[in-house]
């Protein structure tokens, strides 16, 4: 399914109930992050093993954190006029000359600090 | 362009770098988390109109935090064998249980306060 | 009370569950912003005026909130050997150099763009 | 130093600003989230020994990022008015009856899991 496919069917769900009034960028921003708290919910304290396990255990919860993170992304990109998959393809190459591949291979430091 | 297309491309991405031993669950939420919050920081203390004309003023900077979510999400997704189109799609739904259009047309009440 | 007298009985408490092995800077850090999500959770969607109600309505449970990432936030400078105190002191002299009153005064703008 | 001593040096800082105004609640834990993000922001990617060396080599920074959250968590607290030192001593004791000192030792399992 295409990132626009989507996106058309946030836009709908939004316009039947006439959020827009309510979806401006910081209330967007502000309710990613909520969202985005809810899904680390589940790792708190765990270890990095643990939460391998966890993401196994707890999947249909952690599935619709990622949901709920990626319906909101969705929209404000669309609202504030942001292709998303461009957006992604042009952070990717911005990445691939930060992160060179031969520097970074197998190191978790970042591209300052390589 | 679909997620799925997105999704090889990130993953492409990530094991030219070796990086896939560092991607477990709880680093990619903290990640996302991090990255939310540089998203947030465009509109702290701004009101709501404020954050409009910021959108507009800093877009390419938005634009670049949003795709950085949005890389995230998708690649955690895949690691724990989430179809991220899908996931939205059943969420969406759950959201059309939760929030009837005529109970919840113009309200900003959460589903449970309606 | 002050500041040293919470934290010890915030150590007091975590030694005697033998808590310390997991309180490294990165999880106490993990663990501050998933409270500071729960904390924010009760504002998603409402306006700046609705917040103030809520903070009436919903006040026993913002308090404990407020409470949780208190705990943490003393807990970790202490385990990095961090005063407080005197790290608050020292960051309320920075924003006064950066926010000189006469300028500040009655505007929401940072720092750098005033 | 008290809690309430700082209070009030926070309180005269913002109040020769005249920045109540911009302070509902909503505001402050947006800013708060966002401020421990940038605290975060230290430990992504880290392993949990990393973080401990991290938290060595960036004390200035992290002692700075800790105060931010702190000055503004303080502020909140006393706005809606919640003495935040009653405040963490009820959740203290709310965590004593969660997590009984023979069941949690040693486990960084939630209290509804242990």
Do not use: C
Not at 84 to 90: F, Q, R, S, T
């Amino acid at each position: 399914m295409t990132i626009e496919e989507l996106t058309a069917r946030i836009r709908a769900f939004r316009d039947a109930r006439d959020w827009r009034q309510f979806h401006n960028p910081k209330d967007m921003a502000v309710a990613i992050i909520a969202e985005a708290g809810e899904l680390l919910q589940h790792f708190v304290w765990k270890t990095q093993e643990q939460s391998e396990q966890r993401a196994v255990e707890k999947l249909a919860e952690i599935r619709e954190e990622i949901a709920d993170v990626a319906i909101l992304l969705f929209e404000l990109a669309d609202n504030i006029g942001v292709k998303l998959d461009e957006a992604m393809l042009d952070k990717l190459e911005k990445n691939e000359r930060r992160y060179p591949a031969d520097k970074a291979r197998g190191s978790n430091a970042k591209y300052n600090e390589l």
